[in-house]
């Protein structure tokens, strides 16, 4: 409640930052180390530390607007996790080298690259990586099964459909709400 009203916010938006749904921007992040009496760096630090801890969640189709509405449903189900969208397989692959990415949601058709060998390219980097494919077509999903994924969902997502791939995912994900 102090900080809130140190910063002129209401109560409610620092509740959202403690809990990690919503972050300040850079002059909030300014005034709360004023108020708090902390180097910036002090904060951002902290916050660095937290994002490593959460584990690493990616949803990859060519199709922006498919993005648009399944990050949102990703975020709802998986809270805790790091979750980041891709429209190029290659930055996804670039992303899955440099960090551990325990969750991937991939469609199957992206122009050039099909899904169902970024699965496995995803596999050979991180074989305990759990893969769901997303698809409109189900006539896919015999395709998909023989590359190792552990899930399969039709677009578009929702909450109630991921939660229920969730339940088949053959390793251990800390990031389940």
Known sequence: QRLSE??????????RWETGSRLPDALLIARIAQ????????????????????PAVIMVDDERIILAGGMPVLEEVLPDAAITGFT???EALAFARENRVALAFLDIEMGKTS???LCRELLAIHP????????????YSFDAWETGACGFLLKPISAESVRKQLSHLRYPYGGLA
Do not use: C, M, Q, W
């Open 35 to 54: 108020a708090l009496g902390v180097d910036v760096s002090v904060l951002l630090g902290a916050a660095a530390e937290k994002a490593a801890e959460k």
């Open 88 to 90: 190029r397989p290659s």
């Open 6 to 15: 140190l910063l002129f916010v209401d109560r409610s938006t620092v509740v």
């Open 115 to 117: 899904g169902l060998d």
């Open 128 to 139: 305990r990586t759990n893969v769901i494919f997303l698809t409109a077509y189900r006539e």
